[in-house]
């Protein structure tokens, strides 16, 4: 019952308020010439680092272009023209399929009782 009201409150195709918050969302990340999984931290959650290490060279510096050009827009208190803010698919993925296998690897090994790959803490 609690998971089903879950899912209904955060699809945008069935509540309306959610909806709101995709396309404002949406608006947003074009604005900037970002992604949504630009926004992960690789430095806050290991797993995203692993699985950007593991993404071809072209994806990871695609991805950090879009960061220096949103950090350069922010800074300069601009967004982009919008004939370039039409073009930009702001939750096309590129790093959940690998984000996906770095965590079931992980589920996997925690299973078989191995040691992690790597352990540090967050402060």
């Known amino acids: 019952m609690a998971s089903s009201w879950m899912q209904w409150l955060i699809n945008p195709r069935r509540n309306w308020f959610a909806a709101?918050?995709?396309?404002?969302?949406?608006?947003?990340?074009?604005?900037?010439?970002?992604?949504?999984?630009?926004?992960?931290?690789?430095?806050?959650?290991?797993?995203?680092?692993?699985?950007?290490?593991?993404?071809?060279?072209?994806?990871?510096?695609?991805?950090?272009?879009?960061l220096k050009r949103a950090i350069d827009l922010s800074m300069k208190h601009e967004y982009l023209?919008?004939?370039?803010?039409?073009?930009?698919?702001?939750?096309?993925?590129?790093?959940k399929d690998m984000l996906a296998l770095v965590k079931k690897e992980n589920a996997e090994r925690e299973a078989l009782g191995a040691l992690p790959l790597y352990q540090r803490s967050i402060p």
Do not use: W
């Open 81 to 95: 023209p919008e004939d370039l803010q039409a073009l930009q698919t702001p939750f096309r993925s590129y790093l």
């Open 20 to 66: 709101q918050h995709y396309k404002a969302l949406c608006n947003r990340l074009k604005k900037y010439g970002l992604r949504y999984e630009d926004l992960y931290d690789p430095m806050y959650d290991l797993d995203i680092k692993e699985a950007l290490s593991r993404l071809p060279r072209e994806v990871v510096d695609a991805r950090n272009q879009r």
